[in-house]
């Protein structure tokens, strides 16, 4: 791996439920876990910023690439992809790494995972951070009175037709794919992006994520963690509605910020505003 790409973490390989997961990690082993999950169409270097400051302030920091994008680790059928399968996926990291509790930040995708992780698993988790994906649940009601937000996921339509996504995603030299990042992302984590997505059979399983969803990421009550949540208003998924309503599920110490000028790719394109809050939430937990 490019070392530019990795922020200076380390390749590591986790073995979790017969599966080859390759993950990026950074500072002393003996340090708290922060695990940390990507979302899409993104891999573990989306948080090489945050690695590399989690691993300064003492902490041992590592991001996954996720069921379907590790190339170890990527079962065929959509039925292998549900939220269920995807969150033993998160506690299985962390046996791996021989931690029962720890922090867990996510963004996108990974959030769809880690506010159902913590709702069933509230002993393993000592702080929950999200980034962009608001609670399950407020989302469902944002999308039951907002015609903004319906409009924002419409594109996950698109996303769950099996062989049209991945043909239109792809055609002209991955153009819509490249489009998705909003020219927010830097170009040569686009371009690393881009080629390991276009490796035959990627594309489709991290297309499965949306594929196998049957509103099971709402099975997900009020989270009793120490909870930060950060969303950027120019968010290309998920309106003010459902970020402003995520606080009503979070029964523990909460933080909501609000960052004005960013959008849905905050660990890539913001990571000087992001950074510090979430050391912060990390020391306070």
């Given at each position: 791996?490019?070392?530019?790409l ?32 990507h ?23 590592v ?5 379907g ?6 079962p ?6 549900t ?17 029962e ?38 989302l ?10 319906q409009?924002?996921?419409?594109y ?44 035959p ?12 969803l ?6 997900a ?10 969303w950027?208003?120019?968010?290309l ?34 990571p ?14």
């Open positions: 791996m490019d070392p530019h990795s922020g200076g973490a380390e390749p590591t390989t986790l073995s979790v439920r017969g599966m080859s997961f390759d993950a990026l990690a950074a500072g002393p082993a003996d340090g708290p876990l922060a695990l940390f999950l979302g899409f169409p993104e891999f573990s270097t989306c948080w090489r910023e945050q690695l590399a400051a989690a691993a300064r302030a003492g902490f041992r920091a991001a996954v690439d996720q069921r994008y590790s190339p170890g680790a990527r065929e059928g959509t039925a292998a992809y939220v269920d399968e995807l969150v033993e996926d998160v506690f299985g990291f962390a046996d791996a790494l021989e931690c509790r720890f922090h867990l930040v996510a963004h996108d995708w990974g959030g769809v995972l880690a506010w159902p992780a913590a709702f069933r698993r509230p002993e393993r988790i000592r702080t929950l951070t999200v980034l962009s994906t608001p609670h399950p649940r407020a469902t009601e944002a999308v039951r009175v907002s015609e903004q937000q409009k924002k996921l419409s996950i339509g698109l996303f769950r037709m099996e062989g049209k996504a991945e043909e239109v995603l792809l055609k002209d030299g991955a153009a819509k794919l490249r489009d998705v990042y909003e020219g927010r992302v830097p170009e040569p984590l686009v371009e690393d992006n881009v080629r390991r997505l276009s490796e059979g990627a594309l489709t399983a991290a297309l499965s994520w949306y594929r196998a049957q509103g099971d990421a709402a099975d009550g009020a989270v009793q963690a120490p909870t930060l949540y950060m950027g208003e120019g968010d998924a998920f309106g003010p509605e459902a970020a402003e309503g995520t606080g009503a599920w979070v029964e523990g110490p909460y933080e909501y910020v609000r960052l004005d000028s960013a959008t849905h790719w905050l660990p890539e394109e913001d000087e505003r992001v950074i510090p809050p979430i050391l912060e939430h990390f020391k306070r937990g």
